[in-house]
């Protein structure tokens, strides 16, 4: 079993920042990419930002130079450091991992998302 938790969200004036985590936990031999997504109310869910295992990344342009993803592989763990919300960044956002297990099958999860409400 793996498990994502996600933590960080919350509600933040325009202009503020934010970081969201998101730690994989269970029986995990290698993770792959790592990602986070965001669908707000009505619309459907966009990439944000990946993350490869190498360390490339790429970014909505919507985000470009505002969000930051970085993970940490010792800790199993992907962030996603806001800075300059805008209240059109109000969404729910999930995170998304690949993995393999120790027999090499290869997986992919959703996080519970978080929700991030930026007020004007």
């Known amino acids: 079993q793996v498990r994502l938790v996600e933590s960080g969200g919350g509600l933040v004036q325009a202009g503020g920042s934010l970081r969201l985590s998101c730690a994989a936990s269970?029986?995990?031999?290698?993770?792959?990419?790592m990602a986070w997504y965001r669908q707000a109310p009505g619309k459907q869910r966009e990439l944000v930002a990946a993350?490869?295992?190498?360390?490339?990344?790429n970014y909505a342009d919507s985000v470009k130079g505002r969000f930051t993803i970085s993970r940490d592989n010792a800790k199993n763990t992907v962030y996603l450091q806001m800075n300059s919300l805008k209240p059109e960044d109000t969404a729910v956002y999930y995170c998304?991992?690949?993995?393999?297990?120790?027999?090499?099958?290869?997986?992919?999860?959703w996080g519970q998302g978080t929700q991030v409400t930026v007020s004007s």
């Open positions: 993350i490869t295992s190498g360390g490339s990344t």
């Open positions: 269970g029986s995990i031999f290698s993770i792959d990419s």
């Open positions: 998304n991992v690949n993995w393999w297990d120790d027999s090499f099958s290869y997986y992919n999860l």
